[in-house]
């Protein structure tokens, strides 16, 4: 699922740079940034000082006589200037001389207009006369609000003729004919305006040399004949003909047309600003992420006015700040959608795992707070009836709410104001008042009533009726403390829940949700209120763990403490060790006074097989009879939660080890006194025993005479000392270390408890099987030596085999019996009808190490593995098996027996 929503990320990730390269390569945004450049003129911030100067003769309104042309000319051609250019409309100066001016010789060049009859072809008027100083003043062309460009080449048709002209800028400037790309004018240019006299100071020599000389001089009438103006940024009245020429020709001539964004570039710009944000947005919050967006806008801003300034560049600023505010909001749309998909699963597992495990309801996420109340009273006191009542908002009376032992209409007080009697009386004495005139209905003789308010922060929550039945040591003292105390927790409970509920009912008003934005889906609120249920339930249960009497530690499979309770850390302290800095087998090592490869083992057993291992502490200060408990914390096989997360697979299907010290000093008293009872019976017995034998003394010479005399006194004889001798006998095994058994963990055993309990813990796999366990074993049977644990997981590992391995409806037999020929011994036998093994299979198995068979995950050999284990005390154990026939296990044990006493002869 996540790898499927990754690629869907990185999908959209790609449309959305896709989208964004087609906007800026179809010019979609050139407007903008033409109004961006337009902007900048406007408010003064591009200014350029031109290196090729104009002059700009203003002539008359009127058109231009050739005299004064001609002196005009002759005037500025004294001066010094590069070329004189009359600007249109000057008809009598282009009908007469067909365009040249002889006396003021070649630098005169003379234009015309042209008329617009397509994108790119014009018409003319006038005759084309002199090509070579004949030029043609093409119109601006209007784009986004202002005449911005020109023409550098265009198609003129004349008398039908179509010819290939450039304006007169274009040729006097020297411009590539190539590409034939328009020109961009730099409005910079008229920011402190262009130089300006009037033909009238001309042709009065009131102009200096200084001024005219090597510029082009542009003659024309201030007033555009064919249209207003032309509206230009960073001016604020329209231009008329004679500037805008001016302003053309300076672009032109300084070579400083505007570029605008083109080719590749802003492509290129646009999928690094994407490719930047696609790392940095991952890394900042909604609020980082709108600082940065601010900040990078205008650092743009900023690179656009320069390169505007001091290059004559439109960067694609517009561009790239709709890739910046683009990529913020598909990035954060993106993340939204991806932590609320996220939010959906966690709220899922979450709602899982709380199904699987009873929460029970809060007090206050409770509807209504009474019948839990209720319940609580019920189990704490023993009331005949009670009845709590509520308060009525905003008013002051009350209404029934629930009761106990009883109904609502057992209230015989029918006033419900509480400013009256009784109530007003029990708020006076704020505690347990008894009302002088009775509150319930038919009260027994020796029932008693109370009614208690129920008052927290001085507000009036209600009240508590109820009637109690003095018997035996009854105290009335004590009763009405106990139920002040009742009645302040109560109404604790309920003034907190109040003001909760007043809380949560301000933050869900419709007006608040909407302008906090929480009137749509609240998956975050459910997830947070079944986060909230984990929490408090992970809460409650590590303050039962920190709480227990016996102490815990829990490790995982590396060793690594997860948690300690505080019984665990003191344990620990007492022995001189830090908790933290050593490990599990460390602490075995030390608590246990155990090899570091005993220890080892231990922990190993534990861990591989998932076995119990207990272990004896030495005496801690303290803490004299402790015994180590390693549990393995097996992993949850529930498939929900598997499902739900499949991360949490661990090795060995562990969770950890937990370490439980357990104080065994309640038991070893116990025992003690067991052995105290059996050493007062002992001497008991022997008292008894002594007085027969020393009645037989006195009475010997009187029955020996007798026929049955000496009969009786040699059974009596033979009795006395079975007996004596029995005692002595059950003292010295119970006593001693067992070493001639080689293993000090050998007990005494009831072999036939063991049974029952493993057929016990075997009744499910019995009963869906439908198998059937027959048992033949005597009325009563010894007590053998084994050790309990290896044996007890002996049975339990055989029986499983056996019901596995069964068919089917069949039967498992159990026989148990006891033998004095050859040796003294008691044997089990178990079999089944089942699938079986080969014979040569089994016996393979037999002949591996014991150690090899207990480590393995195969049952068969692991239980194999532990039947060789039956050495170690004493016991032997063999196994059949046939295929089709089943398996065949039969044990022997040492019997706990007693000295047989022989008469003498």
């Not at 510029?215 to 231009?239: H, T």
């Not at 001693?736 to 055993?749: D, F, G, N, R, Y």
């Amino acid at each position: 699922m996540t790898y499927v929503h990754s690629r869907r990320i990185i999908t959209l990730s790609l449309l959305m740079l896709l989208l964004l390269v087609a906007a800026s390569a179809t010019g979609l945004w050139r407007t903008g940034n033409l109004l961006y450049s337009d902007w900048l003129f406007n408010i003064g911030a591009i200014s350029a000082e031109p290196v090729e100067q104009v002059l700009l003769v203003t002539t008359a309104s009127a058109p231009l006589s050739e005299e004064r042309r001609h002196a005009l000319a002759a005037e500025l051609n004294r001066l010094g200037a590069h070329e004189v250019v009359l600007l249109p409309p000057s008809p009598a100066a282009a009908a007469s001389d067909n365009g040249r001016s002889r006396t003021a010789g070649d630098r005169l060049m003379v234009t015309h207009p042209v008329q617009v009859t397509g994108p790119t072809t014009f018409s003319a008027s006038a005759p084309l006369a002199d090509p070579g100083r004949t030029h043609w003043v093409l119109p601006p062309s209007f784009e986004a609000g202002y005449f911005r460009s020109v023409p550098t080449r265009a198609t003129l048709t004349l008398g039908g003729e179509r010819h290939e002209i450039r304006p007169w800028f274009a040729e006097l400037a020297g411009l590539p004919t190539a590409g034939a790309e328009p020109l961009y004018i730099h409005f910079g240019f008229f920011f402190n305006r262009l130089p300006s006299v009037s033909e009238q100071q001309v042709l009065a020599g009131e102009v200096v040399r200084e001024l005219v000389e090597q510029r082009v001089v542009l003659l024309g009438s201030p007033e555009s004949q064919s249209q207003p103006g032309y509206p230009v940024p960073g001016n604020a009245r329209p231009l008329n003909q004679l500037e805008m020429q001016g302003l053309i020709w300076t672009t032109a001539a300084n070579q400083a047309g505007l570029q605008l964004p083109s080719g590749v570039l802003p492509l290129l710009a646009v999928i690094l600003a994407f490719t930047i944000n696609l790392l940095i947005f991952q890394w900042l919050s909604p609020a980082y992420g709108a600082a940065y967006l601010l900040a990078s806008t205008l650092l743009i801003a900023a690179i656009g006015w320069v390169l505007l300034q001091y290059g004559a560049r439109v960067m694609p600023v517009v561009d790239l700040a709709v890739t910046q505010l683009a990529s913020l909001l598909f990035f954060y749309q993106a993340k939204r959608q991806k932590e609320d998909q996220a939010i959906s699963r966690m709220l899922a597992e979450t709602n899982a795992t709380l199904f699987e495990r009873y929460i029970p309801e809060a007090f206050n996420d409770a509807e209504s707070p009474w019948p839990k109340l209720v319940v609580f009273i019920n189990q704490q006191l023993n009331l005949n009836r009670s009845i709590l009542l509520e308060r009525v908002e905003k008013d002051h009376r009350v209404r029934e709410i629930q009761a106990l032992n009883c109904s609502i209409d057992d209230i015989g007080e029918q006033r419900r104001d509480y400013e009256r009697s009784p109530y007003s009386d029990a708020l006076q004495r704020r505690g347990p008042l008894r009302p002088q005139r009775p509150f319930f209905n038919a009260t027994g003789e020796q029932e008693r009533e109370y009614l208690t308010p129920l008052i927290y922060a001085g507000d009036i929550l209600g009240f508590w009726a109820l009637t109690v039945t003095p018997e035996g040591q009854w105290s009335q003292e004590a009763f009405e403390a106990n139920v002040a105390s009742f009645a302040a927790q109560i109404s604790e409970l309920l003034y907190h829940r109040q003001q909760l509920q007043e809380q949560e009912l301000r933050q869900n008003r419709l007006g608040r949700r909407m302008l906090a934005l929480e009137a749509g889906r609240d998956h975050h609120d459910q997830l947070r209120s079944a986060l909230d249920l984990l929490d408090n339930r992970l809460l409650t249960l590590e303050a039962v763990f920190d709480n227990l009497n016996a102490g815990a530690i829990l490790y995982d499979l590396f060793g690594q403490i997860l948690q300690a309770n505080e019984r665990a850390r003191d344990i620990v302290a007492q022995s001189g060790l830090s908790l933290y800095n050593v490990t599990a087998v460390d602490l075995i090592r030390d608590l246990c006074e155990l090899p570091l490869e005993d220890a080892r083992s231990q922990l190993r057993h534990a861990t591989l097989k998932r076995a119990e291992v207990r272990l004896p502490i030495r005496p801690l200060a303290g803490y004299h009879s402790l015994l180590l408990y390693i549990r393995p914390i097996k992993s949850a096989d529930s498939e929900l939660e598997t499902a739900v997360s499949p991360s949490r697979v661990t090795p060995f299907k562990l969770l950890g080890l937990a370490f439980e010290f357990t104080d065994i000093s309640q038991t070893r008293n116990a025992l003690g006194f067991r052995d105290d009872l059996f050493g007062q019976l002992f001497k008991n017995v022997r008292n008894q025993i002594s007085r027969i034998t020393l009645t037989a003394r006195l009475t010997a010479n009187e029955v020996q005479g007798t026929a049955g005399g000496e009969r009786l006194l040699d059974t009596l004889e033979q009795t006395v000392t079975g007996m004596d001798s029995a005692i002595n006998h059950i003292e010295d095994q119970l006593g001693e270390t067992h070493t001639t058994l080689a293993l000090k963990s050998s007990v005494p055993i009831n072999l036939v408890r063991l049974v029952d309990d493993a057929i016990t813990d075997l009744d499910k796999t019995l009963n869906e099987k439908r198998l059937k366990v027959t048992r033949d074993w005597p009325f009563i049977a010894s007590l053998i030596w084994a050790d309990p644990d290896v044996l007890r997981l002996l049975i339990s590992r055989m029986l499983t085999l056996l019901s596995n391995d069964a068919m089917p409806g069949s039967e498992i037999q159990i026989t148990l019996g006891e033998f004095a020929e050859p040796r003294h011994l008691i044997a089990l036998s178990v079999e089944n009808a089942g699938y079986g093994l080969p014979q040569a299979t089994l016996e393979s198995i037999q002949s591996k190490p014991a150690s090899e068979l207990l480590n393995s995950d195969d049952p068969v050999e692991e239980t194999l593995g532990l039947l060789k284990a039956l050495e170690h005390w004493g016991g032997t154990g063999s196994v059949s098996a046939a295929v089709g026939k089943g398996f065949s296990f039969h044990l022997e044990f040492m019997p706990l027996t007693f000295k047989d006493h022989k008469p003498a002869p």
